[in-house]
Every structure is written in C-alpha cells, then in structure tokens.
C-alpha cells in the first residue's frame, strides 16, 4: 500500500492515538451489530459519522433486515464481505449487494430504503460507514450506485499485501469512488503473516484503520492493534503518513478523509447543521415529502 515514492523505511508515521472498542447494539428490525465509531468521535474523525460492522452465522442475528427507513445529508457506505443484502429505495433504485460490492448510497435531501437480506443461512458480515456530507451538498439530489466486486479497483503490493481501493488513491490506482470535497480514503488491506506496508496521508486529513481479523503494529512506536478494535490515528503536521506491520495474517479497514468542520446536527437518520435543519428533516419526511 505504499506510493511509488515513500516506502516504509523513509515515511514519517503517524501513531495511535487511541485504540477504540466496539459497542453491541442493534439496529433496523434487530440485526445484531458492533458500532465502532460512535457518536463521540464524529468531531474527532470528521467527516466520518458512524461505523458499523455486522458479523453473525446465525440467521436469527441478521433475517429480520433493514426495513424502510429514511436518511437526510450524508452518504452510507455498505461493503459486503459475506452474505448478500437487498436494497431498494423510492427513488425506484434498486440491487443485490454481493460478497465483495460496495453500495454507495448518497441520502441527500432525503430517501427512504430498506436493506434486507437473501440468505436464509450462513456468514452475513459486512462494514456500514456514514461519511457526512458538507453544508452546501446536504439537499442534493439523492443517489445509489452499485459496485459489483469485479468493479473494485484491486492491487498487490511487493510486500504482498492485497489491498482492495474502495475510494482514494495508492500505488496510483483510483478507487471506485472519488468525492471531491471530503476526499476520503477507504482501503481493505489483506496482510500476510510478517508484512508491512505503508501509505501516504495528508496531514490535514483525520484517519483511522479498524482491524477485523488479526493484529498489526502501527507506526515507529509499534502499537499493537488487534482485532475487533479501532485506531485513531494521531494528527501530526511533520507525519507523512502511517506504517504498519503485521504480525499474523491480518484484515484490516483504512480510512481517512479530508474534515468539514461545520456544526453537526444529528438526530437519528438524519445529519444535517442546525437543530432548525433537524426539525424540518422531521417534519419533510413525516408529510411525504422524502
């Protein structure tokens, strides 16, 4: 994962600032998730909102789905590592998000949609990300698109890592998706036993890498991150960016994005600037007008 110019050796890291753990919740029809990035770090990993993973084998954990429910001013982010979902929405946009597919959803001014899932049985795990939109695009017009897996730009380092580009650049290939104002990065990182590898981040961005399955070490310090847990990273203007080290075979999320820092407003569904802003989301969607 390291650019053309910086390798591991030669990079600046950034550290870990903290390590984060997940919370048990449910959400929709009682779909059993982890909420990793929560309400408390929104200012802190800006423009980033929320951060989901959902994981169970048991069909009990995850039939009942996402039924309908509505969404104003940012945009989900839905990767599929197993199991299949089904979404549609009002806008008449409708698709199977398979093994591997990004759903890239942009709430805008307002949508409704469900996501319910087409396996009676088996692994269902996946990554549900809320990227906020800034001030001026919050009432644009919504949007879905698809990313089959084969649509995922994907690249192999010579270290060996395997790294999926979901949005942002390394090694020169663009990801599948590229937003101009918040310019986030979302990299799905496959790291062998004893690998290491590094990428560029500007320093005025907010980062944050969440490990899924195996441990990896972080910058010079060497900060060990296992699974299930979340790194903020910290905001150093002299670090050029963040190298990691893996010490067992390891899968891992980076994620980094330029911040809005606007007010955020947020009440359920709805992420908008104003406490006023809220209330007529409230109010827009119990009269139809979503």
Same mark, same amino acid.
């Given at each position: 994962?390291?650019?053309?110019?910086?390798?591991?050796?030669?990079?600046?890291?950034?550290?870990?600032?903290?390590?984060?753990?997940?919370?048990?919740?449910?959400?929709?029809?009682?779909?059993?998730?982890?909420?990793?990035?929560?309400?408390?770090?929104?200012?802190?990993?800006?423009?980033?909102?929320?951060?989901?993973?959902?994981?169970?084998?048991?069909?009990?954990?995850?039939?009942?789905?996402?039924?309908?429910?509505?969404?104003?001013?940012?945009?989900?982010?839905?990767?599929?590592?197993?199991?299949?979902?089904?979404?549609?929405?009002?806008?008449?946009?409708?698709?199977?998000?398979?093994?591997?597919?990004?759903?890239?959803?942009?709430?805008?001014?307002?949508?409704?949609?469900?996501?319910?899932?087409?396996?009676?049985?088996?692994?269902?795990?996946?990554?549900?990300?809320?990227?906020?939109?800034?001030?001026?695009?919050?009432?644009?017009?919504?949007?879905?698109?698809?990313?089959?897996?084969?649509?995922?730009?994907?690249?192999?380092?010579?270290?060996?890592?395997? #790294?999926? =580009?979901?949005?942002? $650049?390394?090694?020169?290939? @663009?990801?599948?998706? +590229?937003?101009? !104002?918040?310019? /986030? %990065?979302?990299?799905?990182?496959?790291?062998?036993?004893?690998?290491?590898?590094?990428?560029?981040?500007?320093?005025?961005?907010?980062?944050?890498?969440?490990?899924?399955?195996?441990? #990896?070490? =972080?910058?010079?310090? $060497?900060?060990?991150?296992? @699974?299930?847990?979340? +790194?903020?990273? !910290?905001?150093? /203007? %002299?670090?050029?960016?963040?190298?990691?080290?893996?010490?067992?075979?390891?899968?891992?999320?980076?994620?980094?994005?330029?911040?809005?820092?606007?007010?955020?407003?947020?009440?359920?569904?709805? =992420?908008?600037?104003?406490?006023?802003?809220?209330?007529?989301?409230?109010?827009?969607?119990?009269?139809?007008?979503?």
């Amino acid at each position: 994962m390291q650019t053309e110019s910086r390798s591991i050796d030669t990079l600046r890291s950034r550290e870990v600032e903290r390590l984060v753990v997940g919370q048990p919740t449910s959400d929709g029809a009682g779909v059993r998730l982890t909420r990793v990035l929560t309400r408390e770090l929104q200012r802190r990993l800006d423009p980033y909102l929320m951060l989901d993973e959902f994981r169970s084998d048991d069909p009990d954990d995850y039939l009942a789905g996402f039924p309908d429910h509505p969404h104003r001013g940012f945009e989900t982010i839905t990767y599929m590592i197993a199991g299949q979902m089904r979404h549609r929405d009002n806008n008449g946009g409708q698709g199977l998000l398979d093994a591997g597919g990004v759903q890239w959803m942009t709430a805008g001014r307002g949508i409704i949609h469900s996501e319910m899932p087409e396996q009676k049985d088996g692994l269902m795990h996946g990554f549900q990300l809320w990227l906020n939109l800034p001030a001026a695009d919050k009432m644009i017009a919504p949007s879905y698109r698809d990313i089959a897996a084969s649509g995922i730009p994907e690249l192999t380092t010579p270290e060996g890592v395997r #790294v999926k =580009v979901i949005a942002g $650049r390394t090694l020169g290939v @663009a990801g599948a998706v +590229a937003r101009e !104002t918040t310019e /986030p %990065l979302y990299l799905d990182l496959h790291m062998p036993a004893g690998s290491a590898g590094a990428q560029e981040l500007p320093a005025t961005h907010n980062a944050f890498l969440y490990v899924y399955a195996g441990e #990896v070490e =972080v910058g010079g310090e $060497r900060r060990k991150v296992g @699974a299930q847990r979340l +790194a903020v990273l !910290t905001n150093d /203007p %002299l670090a050029d960016g963040v190298s990691i080290r893996a010490g067992a075979e390891t899968r891992l999320l980076l994620v980094a994005g330029r911040p809005l820092n606007e007010p955020i407003a947020q009440h359920g569904p709805f =992420v908008m600037n104003t406490a006023q802003q809220i209330t007529q989301a409230i109010a827009d969607y119990q009269a139809g007008r979503f």
